[in-house]
């Protein structure tokens, strides 16, 4: 079983930078894909960014391209999104998601397995 745990959610001006991080407890080899998913006001969750914990390859989400970047540490064991340049639009719940396997797109809802709680970004105009 795999647990995570994201933290670094916090109100911040457009323009400004976050970084969040999730924390994943239980084996590493339960899971090949880590990414963060985004859940706005009246939205649907969407998936914003993945790594592959094996080949460290990432995947963005096209309205986050150049402004955000997701990483790894070397355990596997913590995956991080660093958010520069914020826009209002970011305004959302983020979500830690691991997959047990990488498939397509790797930022398609329904290939993830294990859910964290959220952390919320606020970002005002």
């Known amino acids: 079983q795999v647990q995570l745990v994201e933290s670094g959610g916090d109100s911040v001006q457009a323009g400004g930078s976050l970084r969040l991080s999730c924390a994943a407890s239980g084996p590493t080899h339960e899971y090949y894909c880590l990414a963060w998913f985004r859940q706005g006001p009246g939205k649907e969750r969407e998936g914003v960014a993945a790594?592959?914990?094996?080949?460290?390859?990432?995947y963005y989400a096209d309205s986050v391209k150049g402004r955000f970047t997701i990483s790894q540490d070397n355990a596997k064991k913590f995956v991080y999104l660093q958010m520069n340049s914020l826009k209002p639009e970011d305004t959302a719940m983020y979500y830690c998601?691991?997959?047990?396997?990488?498939?397509?797109?790797?930022?398609?809802?329904?290939?993830?397995?294990?859910w964290g709680q959220g952390t919320q970004v606020s970002v005002s105009a």
């Open positions: 790594i592959s914990t094996a080949s460290g390859g990432t």
């Open positions: 998601g691991a997959a047990r396997r990488c498939r397509g797109t790797r930022l398609s809802e329904p290939d993830y397995n294990y």
